[in-house]
Nanobody, 112 residues
Framework: VQLQASGGGLVQPGGSLRLSCATTGSIYNFAVMAWYRQTPGKRREPVASITRDGNPVYTNSVKGRFIISRDNAKNTVYLQMDSLKPEDTAVYYC???????WGQGTQVTVSS
């Protein structure tokens, strides 16, 4: 399965973005899909995950601001990001859990 994230960009603090992750294979094969992010010099960290049945889990720093969803029919995973903060600035990637080969990420920059 190849993964490609898109939808990033430059946004002001308090703004919103919606990320999409397109895959070449069926994400239904994966019980859990997740969004990760990475900033320079730091480890890639999980941000949110979602089970095949749609149950989400969020890291504390994004709870109440981000919503992860998946469309198994379209083989796509989404991340709705609201009330963005400068500390959300990172390259965002999607992958299954446990993670396989990494695809292309998308840059999110939150700055005024």
């Amino acid at each position: 399965v190849q993964l490609q994230a898109s939808g990033g960009g430059l946004v002001q603090p308090g703004g919103s973005l919606r990320l999409s992750c397109a895959t070449t294979g069926s994400i239904y094969n994966f019980a859990v899909m997740a969004w990760y992010r990475q900033t320079p010099g730091k480890r890639r960290e999980p941000v949110a995950s979602i089970t095949r049945d749609g149950n989400p889990v969020y890291t504390n720093s994004v709870k109440g601001r981000f919503i992860i969803s998946r469309d198994n029919a379209k083989n796509t995973v989404y991340l709705q990001m609201d009330s963005l903060k400068p500390e959300d600035t990172a390259v965002y990637y999607c992958n299954h859990v446990p993670a396989g080969a990494w695809g292309q990420g998308t840059q999110v920059t939150v700055s005024s």
